[in-house]
Antibody
Framework: EVQLVQSGPEVKKPGESLKISCKASGYSFTTYWIAWVRQVPGKGLEWMGIIYPGDSDTRYSPSFQGQVTISADKSISTAYLQWSSLKASDTAMYYC????????????WGQGTLVTVSS | QSALTQPASVSGSPGQSITISCTGTSSDVGGSNYVSWYQQHPGKAPKLIIYDVSNRPSGVSNRFSGSKSGNTASLTISGLQAEDEADYYCSSYPPSRPLFGGGTKLCVL
């Protein structure tokens, strides 16, 4: 069974750094893309970027380029999303999602990680 | 403002059919067969219910169907059930990056 299990909720202050994770199981981690999607409370879905763990090829949405870093550690089948300096506007639910090579859909999603940034 | 336009809400009674539209441009919806739909229940992660315009993943009810005409894609849910009450998001995936609609809240009266 394909599973994407994300790290738990986080409460941080503005200016702090953060790295959240998405652990994959049930499939070959290095042959599928992993995307990160933001959902501000009460709002819609926003694609942030995507990584191919097989060769670490990473693409970012222009809206998030330079604001976050996406990485992956294929030795432990885990993808990451990190911030170096959080803002209150980063408060949101963050989902990781799997995309097959040559496919243009997200067929499996993590349960989400709620990030709250407040002073 | 989302890249793809969906109605904010639709409603229907149990047993009825409803259709949710998703309007883009010739650069995304109109120029691609990579349109998908996601269902999201409150407090849950999105779930893929339609991909490549009209295909259903294994395990998704055949009450869900998708289509496209020009720059507008549509999701139709037939035989509405209470469990269908959720938010629905369309997505188009041109070569550059995926785009999402703003979401449509379906109320089953």
């Amino acid at each position: 069974e394909v599973q994407l299990v994300q790290s738990g909720p986080e409460v941080k202050k503005p200016g702090e750094s953060l790295k959240i994770s998405c652990k994959a199981s049930g499939y070959s981690f290095t042959t599928y893309w992993i995307a990160w999607v933001r959902q501000v409370p009460g709002k819609g879905l926003e694609w942030m970027g995507i990584i191919y763990p097989g060769d670490s090829d990473t693409r970012y949405s222009p809206s998030f380029q330079g604001q976050v870093t996406i990485s992956a550690d294929k030795s432990i089948s885990t993808a990451y999303l990190q911030w170096s300096s959080l803002k209150a506007s980063d408060t949101a639910m963050y989902y990781c999602a799997r995309r097959g090579t040559g496919m243009r859909r997200f067929d499996s999603w993590g349960q989400g990680t709620l990030v709250t940034v407040s002073s | 403002q989302s890249a793809l336009t969906q109605p904010a809400s639709v409603s229907g009674s149990p047993g009825q059919s409803i259709t949710i539209s998703c309007t883009g441009t010739s650069s995304d919806v109109g120029g691609s067969n990579y349109v998908s739909w996601y269902q999201q229940h409150p407090g849950k992660a999105p779930k893929l219910i339609i991909y490549d315009v009209s295909n259903r993943p294994s395990g998704v009810s055949n009450r869900f169907s998708g289509s496209k005409s020009g720059n507008t894609a549509s999701l139709t849910i037939s035989g509405l059930q209470a469990e269908d009450e959720a938010d629905y998001y369309c997505s188009s995936y041109p070569p550059s990056r995926p785009l999402f609609g703003g979401g449509t809240k379906l109320c089953v009266l």
